[in-house]
């Protein structure tokens, strides 16, 4: 079973102490170079209503959650500002941007930013343009290629992070971990839910990954770059005049 299609995060309540109740997730997520299922409870951090974006990253950036996990050690890369009308949602860092901690500062983001047809300078302008992956750290190889993003990172950030950024109007979900987590899991193929884009707006937008990996799929799939992207950047254009 391949953690991409079958990862599944359920939220379950418990109770502590008898009478008093607590909020725990359970994920559960199978790799398909693993022999089991790992099974992990999850408690989310207490985080303050009154904390601000700016302090909220900071502690996002601390954080040492899956250290132990994680070959070349924590290093979360992720970008926002609170007037961001566009937030990018991908997978993980791979080792470049591990090494620089800039994201998307490697051939799959030069491929993001001609889909969008924007320049380096204004795609890392934190006032327009979140960048908050699945996983924010690398997370090591596996058989073909980068392992799965690190399944805790989304349950336990995206929420207050994405309640800190009220100028959003649009969520880029590219690959299929991103559509899991925002759109639901679905039996229907990376292609089949990209081609119906429209019905996930106008808060979301799937997108396959521009990996240099995927180049192959984008050839098998030409209506991609002759329907999809024009839409995608008549979308994304009004937001980053």
Not at 1 to 22: F, H, P, T, W
Not at 100 to 126: K, M, Q
Request: hydrophobic letters at 40%; glycine letters at 6%; a positive charge.
């Amino acid at each position: 079973m391949d953690c991409q299609d079958k990862n599944d995060i359920a939220e379950v309540l418990c109770r502590r102490d008898g009478s008093k109740r607590a909020r725990v997730r359970a994920i559960i997520c199978t790799y398909s170079d693993h022999s089991g299922i790992w099974l992990k409870t999850l408690k989310k951090p207490a985080i303050h209503d009154d904390l601000s974006l700016t302090d909220l990253l900071r502690q996002v950036r601390a954080c040492r959650h899956c250290e132990a996990s994680l070959p070349l050690g924590p290093n979360p890369v992720l970008r926002a500002g609170e007037g961001a009308r566009l937030l990018i949602v991908g997978q993980a860092p791979g080792t470049r941007v591990h090494a620089t901690g800039i994201p998307w500062n490697d051939p799959s983001g030069d491929r993001l930013r001609d889909w969008l047809v924007i320049d380096r300078e204004r795609f890392y302008d934190e006032s327009r343009i979140a960048i908050i992956p699945m996983g924010f750290c690398y997370p090591g190889r596996g058989k073909s290629g980068d392992l799965p993003p690190p399944p805790d990172c989304a349950p336990l950030w995206h929420e207050p992070l994405l309640a800190r950024l009220p100028a959003l109007e649009l969520v880029l979900l590219v690959g299929s971990y991103a559509q899991a987590h925002y759109l639901g899991r679905s039996r229907e193929t990376l292609a089949q839910r990209v081609r119906r884009w429209p019905e996930f707006g106008p808060r979301f937008f799937p997108l396959p990954h521009p990996s240099p990996r995927n180049t192959l799929w984008l050839r098998r799939n030409p209506w991609f770059e002759a329907e999809v992207i024009p839409a995608l950047r008549e979308r994304v254009a009004p937001l980053l005049a």
